[in-house]
């Protein structure tokens, strides 16, 4: 009977709490165990490499000790049973090694002489807790599990939906602040709390012999099954829904993701017209372009035309100029004059005005004979025009 505790009268206070002030002692068998603590829990689901802190284990400490609150002892969480005991008392212990642990005593009743005979003889040792947390934060972003935004896939699969971090990988896991809810203390083949053990009386801790303060608790609703945490690892739960609650739970789950679908479709029928009326405005401009470039093909055939025309009328100017100074050399000849005929108008009007003044004093129907000596060749040139009458 090394595992069994010896009670203080302190602890028969506390059993007297619980079972009533007529409650037959020597129904049940004592002990004491070393439940949760501050270490990682080891478990292959939301809560792997989780941890609860020092604050969290003084809920439990304080809802293990409400008097009007009452904590099972089971079997491998096994709710749908009778109880085999209860639990009566907790205090939290600072540990050497830094860590914090929640130390309870508990009682078996003896009408379980199997499971009494199983823990004296250190068959089963090992202890879980049975809790529902008030939040469950990701130790990467703080981001609570317990917030409505978060499906039941991101619960099943331990995945943060704020940062993506997958809980109990690379470094990840939830870190539990506080708890609503400790509902049973299970005796089990192995817990996923570290060395959460039913103690042999050398390693019993003394509890101590000062009353435990009375908490009034308000009392909330029992959260989603799924959040409670069995610190047991050997524990599979099935999943107790029916099928419409299946839908829904798929539904809203799925939800968002068809809220996404129908968003693309429609950003996919907006880029859809504007395509189209991308396209009308390419169609356009290549329209305009082509216009454009008739024109200036025009424009360019308009150029070589006036450009032809141009040399035309410099042709004929010259034309002219070579006529006129043909004549303007006949009436110089006539005049006896031997100037050159300058380039610019101003200068032939000049020198027709002097060939004129001289013209002016040569006889009716004669020619200079200076002009014939000068020039033989010359030809006659009607000068009537010069003649003063
Ligand atoms: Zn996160």
Redesign the pocket.
């Known amino acids: 009977m090394a595992k069994r505790v010896n009670l203080t009268e302190n602890l028969i206070n506390k059993i007297r709490e619980k079972c009533g002030q007529d409650v037959n002692l020597s129904s049940m068998a004592y002990y004491q165990a070393r439940g949760i603590s501050t270490e990682p829990i080891s478990q292959n689901s939301l809560y792997d490499k989780g941890t609860l802190t020092r604050e969290a284990l003084m809920d439990f400490v304080a809802l293990i000790n409400e008097p009007l609150n009452t904590v099972t002892i089971q079997t491998m969480h096994d709710t749908s049973v009778l109880p085999t005991g209860k639990v009566f008392y907790a205090e939290l212990h600072d540990e050497p090694t830094g860590h914090s642990a929640v130390y309870t005593v508990f009682g078996v009743s003896t009408q379980h002489q199997d499971i009494i005979e199983k823990v004296d003889n250190g068959i089963i040792d090992e202890v879980s807790f049975g809790f529902t947390p008030k939040q469950i934060l990701?130790s990467?972003?703080n981001?609570d599990f317990l917030d409505e935004d978060v499906d039941i896939f991101d619960l099943w699969t331990g995945t943060?939906p704020?940062?993506g971090?997958v809980m109990g990988k690379d470094g990840a896991h939830v870190i539990v602040p506080a708890i609503e809810r400790v509902s049973e203390l299970s005796l089990v083949t192995r817990g996923a709390a570290k060395h959460a053990k039913i103690l042999d009386s050398i390693r019993q801790m003394a509890m101590s012999d000062k009353t435990s303060p009375v908490i009034t608790l308000t009392k909330k609703g029992v959260k989603d099954d799924l959040l409670n945490l069995n610190l047991c690892s050997t524990i599979s739960k099935e999943v107790d829904m029916n099928k419409e609650e299946i839908e829904a739970a798929l539904s809203a789950a799925t939800a968002p993701l068809k809220e996404e679908m129908e968003k693309m479709q429609s950003t996919l029928a907006s880029l859809g017209e504007e395509k189209t009326a991308l396209e009308a405005a390419k169609n356009e401009a290549e329209q305009a372009k082509g216009a454009l470039e008739e024109e200036v093909a025009s424009l360019s055939d308009e150029k070589t035309k006036l450009e032809a025309d141009l040399e035309e009328a410099k042709a004929k100017a010259e034309e002219i100029k070579a006529a006129f100074d043909e004549q303007i050399q006949k009436v110089l000849v006539a005049a006896g004059l031997t100037d050159s005929i300058p380039e610019d108008v101003e200068g032939k009007k000049e020198l027709l005005a002097k060939a004129h003044l001289t013209l002016a004093n040569i006889p009716v129907d004669g020619v200079s004979s200076k002009a014939d000596r000068i020039k033989e060749t010359a030809e006659k040139a009607d000068f009537s025009a010069y003649k003063v009458k």
Do not use: I
């Open positions: 990701c990467e972003c981001k943060c704020e940062c971090a």
